[in-house]
């Protein structure tokens, strides 16, 4: 980061230390018609909560913690109910599929899925096929396991093919400076966005996603229920679309100007060759994915052949909801063995621990505190009467739905996702309830919107990471965002959920 990227977070920082308090009083004291006196005060909290969040004075789980503290503290809720989120069954879905990435990452198998993509004859030395392979394998490796893991371990790769050009054209003579060569700028955003695009096509593949369920599941439990599969149909198909237009945007703005890369493929090959033969530990991984995936789809398939109401399917609902799905897969890599007789399992309690993201967690439970007595206190009913008013009285769900996926999206651009969408879901689906309308769409579509963060460094971990690699300008990587992002919202997201969603979920 820069001396001026440097100067504008220790502003937002401190501009936020100074005004997350100040609104939090003003609004505390400020007569307030039409809002009993709890739901008042929790505006307050709220409002701190929600500055801080987006400007990050203190780190964002410690202001997710300070939210139902607050209102301990205030009297606006007592303990049990403020902090019984934090054991919401959601939290252990997350748990459990962090382990399993955590797995997948410590055992090498996420290297040999993404290796084994660049490694497929059709990728051959073509810049724009290698270019394509890599979104691939990005994307395909980031609907399982943390986009920001999986951009580490595509980045040197990406690197690697980029110093292989460089080679290859000092070879015939021609000096090229990477930092201002336009396929390595496509070659590092494709790296980037393909990561926060897979992330849209699994509940667990990132935490807006959990979140946007664990809300449904508090906040509107009238609702139809989100199944794991049910996700996965309109997430492939959202996956896949976002994923060509931004192939498409980046291909035509950062063309390569060779047709080979000499060197591509032994290159890629010298990869491969490095993982060497599967390990047990390895082939236990997989048989622990395995496992869960299935536990998650079986609810669906039994479902389509013995009826939604079925007896066994009461009895798989209640012995095997997803969580435990996902707890059942995990726990597995600490009982299948590597080496029974010296005592070694696939996964040691030390890496199992360093795998949960613990900050994602208590952000998480601090989200869904807040968003459950935004709810009990009768504030997201007051907040949803508001909008409705704000939208003329009776908007349509296409608008309603729009305006929401916009504002998530600015706000992921400006913060970071899992907290804006912590923000912007409570506020959603009570103004949802109040219109009328089912909260499914709305909530998948914040969700989706909130993996558009394409615009700045600061949106997203990949983005970050292949900005510090010097071959993206700013500039470059505002435009092609924008662009993106735009359509993305327009063609893509909105009708998914609008046309897709309501199909799929028969509301």
């Known amino acids: 980061m820069n001396n001026k990227d440097s100067r504008f977070e220790q502003m937002r920082r401190m501009t936020g230390a100074i005004l997350g308090p100040l609104c939090a009083v003003l609004i505390w004291f400020m007569p307030i018609e039409g809002i009993e006196e709890p739901a008042h005060h929790l505006l307050a909290v709220m409002s701190l909560v929600a500055i801080w969040w987006i400007t990050e004075p203190v780190p964002i789980p410690v202001t997710s913690l300070l939210g139902p503290t607050l209102c301990v503290l205030f009297g606006i809720a007592s303990i049990d109910e403020a902090f019984k ?65 999986t951009a580490a371990m595509m980045f040197p790769i990406a690197l690697g093919l980029l110093e ?110 490095s993982l060497g033969k599967w390990t047990r530990a390895q082939k236990n991984t997989l048989i622990a994915f395995t496992i869960a995936v299935l536990l998650w789809v079986a609810p669906s398939v039994l479902s389509i052949i013995h009826g939604p109401h079925s007896d066994i399917m009461k009895f798989y609902d209640s012995h095997f909801p997803e ?77 309603f739905v729009g305006v929401f996926c916009v504002t998530a999206l600015i706000l992921s651009e400006l913060t970071s996702h899992t907290a804006s969408t912590n923000l912007i879901a409570p506020i959603a689906i009570g103004a949802a309830v109040s219109l009328g309308f089912s909260p499914i769409p709305v909530a998948i579509g914040i969700a989706l919107s909130s993996s558009l963060g394409f615009m700045m460094p600061v949106s997203t971990p990949p983005n970050a990471i292949v900005y510090a690699s010097g071959y993206v300008p700013i500039t470059k990587m505002i435009k092609s965002g924008a662009i993106i992002d735009l359509i993305g919202i327009l063609v893509v997201t909105i009708p998914v959920v609008m046309l897709l969603v309501k199909w799929v979920m028969g509301i």
């Open 85 to 149: 989120q934090f054991a919401n069954p959601m939290i252990f879905l997350f748990m459990g599929g962090f382990l399993l990435a955590k797995g997948m990452m410590v055992n090498g198998l996420d290297k040999r899925i993404a290796y084994g993509i660049m490694s497929m004859k059709w990728v051959g030395d073509s810049p724009q096929r290698i270019f394509l392979a890599i979104g691939l394998a990005c994307m395909l490796c980031s609907g399982w396991i943390s986009n920001t893991a």
């Open 323 to 399: 969580a435990i799905a996902a707890m059942v897969g995990a726990l597995l890599l600490f009982f299948l063995p590597v080496n029974l007789k010296k005592g070694e399992m696939t996964m040691t309690w030390k890496d199992g621990m360093e795998g949960i993201e613990w900050g994602t967690l208590l952000l998480f439970g601090g989200g869904l505190a807040m968003g459950a007595l935004m709810y009990t206190t009768g504030l997201s009913a007051w907040i949803g009467t508001g909008i409705k008013e704000a939208l003329g009285g009776n908007p349509s769900e296409w608008l």
């Open 164 to 273: 292989a050009i460089r080679e290859m054209m000092a070879a015939n003579g021609k000096t090229i400076d990477l930092s201002s060569y336009k396929y390595a700028t496509g070659l590092m955003l494709m790296t980037a966005y393909a990561c926060s695009i897979g992330g849209v096509m699994t509940p667990i593949g990132t935490p807006p996603n959990i979140i946007m369920l664990g809300f449904l599941d508090q906040l509107a439990p009238q609702a139809p229920t989100v199944s794991f599969f049910q996700w996965m149909i309109w997430g492939i198909v959202a996956m896949v679309l976002y994923f060509v237009l931004a192939y498409v945007v980046l291909w035509r703005m950062f063309p390569a100007d060779v047709k080979h890369i000499e060197g591509a493929r032994e290159f890629i090959r010298n990869y491969v060759n």
